[in-house]
């Protein structure tokens, strides 16, 4: 890990006003967070650069946590969290200020095994009800590119193929990974993914709007640091992520 030069006591009182680094945490996507199946505790590669990001302004780390994004989004915006894990979408640039992008992954759809979709281009369509999770990355860039689909919005992002499943509808869409373990999860509806993906989702981490320049410019080095080091691919293995990638390093 790269040897970063000391933050001064008045910048890390803008970073983090309370004396605590609070991380909001999303649960939505499971590349980023999940709860451990033996004890609930919130495990995931945004906990680990929170914690890291914590240890390196020599705080103490507060996570909040909610399940889904558009929760965690508005945690910040209330001040009620200094730092979160979230794709970059302008529709947020209102409330926060982001980062360079620290992973990518895929925006996939997935179908019925007899669903007549075959591909990517097929999904809009009039007719087509496409589920996502309110308030998710999905959401926000379905909402502007459909133009003859129409959307239905799940509760969260890990309750989407539950919703499709109980209204009928003629497609789901969200992060890759979650779809295929819901896929495996409801082997006996027989489900497909198409192949492909609609988007390639920028995982960035953010701090509120009125975070000043230089508060923000702590956190773009510190994740080109966790970048450069190798400590985001070991964070990606650790948690058993696969078909996601480390994002490449910023040149600007």
Do not use: W
């Not at 933050?7 to 909001?24: E, F, K």
């Not at 209102?94 to 281009?121: C, H, W």
């Amino acid at each position: 890990m790269t040897r970063m030069p000391a933050i001064d006591a008045a910048l890390i009182r803008q970073i983090a006003p309370t004396g605590a680094l609070r991380a909001s945490i999303n649960f939505g996507n499971p590349v980023l967070a999940s709860r451990d199946p033996a004890n609930g505790e919130p495990r995931g590669v945004s906990l680990e650069l929170a914690r890291a990001l914590a240890q390196r302004l020599g705080l103490a780390l507060e996570t909040v946590l909610f399940d889904s994004a558009g929760e965690s989004v508005a945690a910040i915006a209330r001040g009620e969290a200094d730092i979160g894990f979230f794709a970059l979408d302008p529709q947020r640039a209102t409330q926060l200020r982001f980062a360079a992008p620290y992973v990518l992954i895929e925006g996939a759809y997935l179908v019925r095994e007899n669903s007549p979709l075959k591909a990517m281009d097929e999904v809009d369509r009039d007719g087509q009800r496409v589920v996502v999770g309110k308030g998710s990355a999905y959401d926000l860039f379905l909402t502007r590119e459909l133009k003859r689909a129409s959307i239905v919005r799940a509760a969260t992002s890990p309750t989407v193929v539950d919703e499709f499943l109980r209204q009928g509808a003629e497609v789901a869409a969200g992060v890759r990974q979650q779809l295929l373990a819901d896929q495996h999860r409801l082997a006996d509806a027989r489900l497909r993914l198409l192949p492909g993906n609609f988007m390639v989702i920028q995982q960035a981490m953010a701090v509120p709007v009125d975070r000043g320049d230089e508060a923000l410019a702590v956190v773009r080095d510190f994740v080109e640091d966790m970048k450069a080091s190798g400590f985001v691919a070991q964070a990606l293995e650790r948690n058993g992520i696969t078909g996601a990638r480390v994002a490449p390093l910023s040149t600007s």
